[in-house]
């Protein structure tokens, strides 16, 4: 019943480009792929962040997985069904061995949830409405949640499952803590039951996955190697395409796409993101460090959150750094994402004269002075989407002291709440708004608001929040998130920016598939 309902939504997200993918060549075949940032760590369960979990989840499988048109499909799990209103029961797969041989069984699946779930972790917040995890039979394991959660299964598709023995004998029985930069023996080696096993990690330099012999499910690929390269400065890795160093690369800097393009060897795939980018305030601290006012905060008044937002030119931000290769927004969530509403696009205008009056209204004549925190290797054109802020806001009389750094130091900032004016992007885990309301905008407290990095909160937002996790009507469900994102809209919580271009660069002789949540599955990837 709950897989019929929530059918409609998950076909409205294929943006994937097939790209002549048809049965694996006999030969096996190398590939070097450059990403503007390295994976963090090797831990399954130490980050919730995008490339982080592309890059695993071809070494780690999840009970319920995600097929090329991100329909819900089985992996681990081989059937799943509501057993009551608070309880799904799950059926796996036999015959699955580990990397290093070990049998899979109900027992890695009831340790892993139970680890994901648990301290250190950053993917607690899709388990949030799970009570109890319980071992039926060596086969089979049911989910008990506090509450009916309709999409339970729908937030599983990233909670990956590691070997019980394996982190117990490695003294790897709990996350990798990104908050608080512990490392154990998960951060840097591997034991998945995937299409490839990590060969070697050298980290911030490369990891090399090779195929696994022992997969259980038909290759697609012919694939027998996969070499992962950091590059960060976007100039050397278009040069590394170019020069045929490297096989693919991602994202193309945009400015490059006609370039790599017009190469006779090369091809740009590109298609939209089921991503949005905006920008954070510090809603709670008392003081803002890095900042000229030095009695209060001054973004816990609305007129100066709706001023910073009326300063930014995202028209000129579109067609001047993004290229037009985005889609300006004053939504949270983009199309495709359940709960998604035209009406939610409406942005408010971008007027100067209009942030200058609500800056001197709220006492700030003369602007004043802030820090503001961006990443440089995570978002399409980050750094340079911030330097574009900056200057905005400079012409409403806000001086801005930038701070552009690598995601391995930015991301543990954020989470630990250590910035004050930040840059953000978000795609829902489930492809449910419910996701973005419960990790992002909520009210920070136990599992809640994880990565809601200023600790924005609204109670009646909060008192949704919940609601809208156990409603199985559809249309109360959509009502309700509605309500809330208005509720955060009307708050000037964040400031919405864009949706943001997928932009893989690759030889021609490479097939490969772009799913439109941005992941690359070497699993469906050949080399002609």
């Known amino acids: ?3 019929h309902t929530w059918k409609n939504t998950v076909i409205l997200l294929v943006a994937g480009l097939a ?6 060549p006999a030969l096996a075949a190398s590939v070097r792929v450059a990403n503007q940032g390295d994976v963090l760590s090797l831990d399954p369960h130490s980050f919730n962040e995008a490339v982080q979990l592309s890059f695993l989840n071809n070494v780690f499988e999840a009970l319920v997985t995600r097929a090329k048109d991100l329909k819900l499909t089985p992996s681990l799990a081989t059937a799943w069904k509501a057993t009551g209103a608070n309880t799904w029961r799950f059926e796996l797969r036999r015959n699955v061995k580990f990397h290093d041989g070990a049998p899979f069984s109900a027992d890695d699946v009831v340790f892993s949830l139970e680890r994901a779930r648990g301290e250190g972790s950053d993917i607690k917040s899709q388990l949030a409405s799970v009570k109890a995890i319980r071992k039926v039979s060596d086969f089979v394991v049911e989910l008990e949640t506090s509450a009916p959660n309709p999409i339970l299964p729908e937030l599983l598709t990233n909670v990956l499952i590691m070997n019980r023995q394996w982190a117990e004998n490695n003294q790897a029985s709990r996350p990798v803590d990104r908050r608080k930069g512990i490392e154990n023996a998960a951060s840097f080696r591997a034991n998945g039951t995937g299409p490839f096993r990590v060969r070697e990690r050298q980290p911030s330099q490369k990891t090399v996955l090779q195929r696994s012999p022992t997969w259980w499910n038909t290759f697609e690929t012919n694939l027998d190697e996969v070499v992962f390269l950091p590059i960060e400065n976007s100039a050397t890795r278009v040069a590394a395409l170019l020069s045929g160093e490297v096989d693919v690369i991602d994202p193309v800097p945009l400015q490059d ?6 190469s006779p060897r090369l091809q740009v795939v590109e298609n939209p993101e089921l991503r949005v980018i905006f920008l954070g305030f510090d809603h709670k601290r008392d003081v803002l460090p890095l900042s000229s006012v030095t009695d209060k905060n001054p973004f816990k008044d609305k007129r100066v959150r709706q001023a910073f937002y009326q300063a930014i030119d995202i028209q000129t931000i579109k067609t001047q750094i993004m290229r037009s290769a985005s889609k300006p927004t004053g939504a949270m969530i983009a199309p495709g ?6 009406d939610m696009e409406s942005r408010l205008p971008f007027d100067l004269a209009a942030s200058k009056k609500l800056l001197a209204d709220a006492g700030y004549p003369n602007g004043f002075e802030v820090g503001m925190n961006c990443p440089n290797d995570r978002y399409v054109n980050d750094s340079e989407i911030c330097q574009a802020v900056a200057a905005n806001l400079a012409k409403a009389g806000i001086r801005i002291k930038l701070q552009a750094e690598s995601k391995t130091t930015y991301f543990p900032k954020g989470l630990k709440r250590e910035m004050g004016f930040f840059m953000l992007g978000w795609s829902p885990a489930g492809y449910d708004a419910h996701n973005l309301l419960f990790t992002v905008l909520a ?11 200023g600790a924005y909160s609204n109670p009646k937002l909060d008192e949704l929040t919940t609601k809208i996790q156990s409603e199985l009507d559809q249309a109360k469900r959509n009502a309700m998130i509605k309500e809330a994102l208005q509720l955060h809209a009307d708050d000037i919580g964040h400031i919405p920016l864009h949706q943001q271009t997928l932009s893989w660069g690759m030889k021609k002789t490479i097939d490969a598939y772009q799913r439109a949540d941005g992941f690359m599955l070497f699993k469906w990837m050949n080399v002609r």
Not at 444 to 449: A, K, L, R, V, Y
């Open 337 to 342: 994402i359940q709960g998604y509403t035209l």
């Open 257 to 262: 796409i006609p370039r790599v393009n017009s």
């Open 19 to 24: 790209l002549g993918l048809s049965a694996a």
């Open 1 to 3: 019943m709950y897989r």
């Open 443 to 453: 009210t920070p407290t136990g599992n809640q608001g994880s990565w809601n990095f």
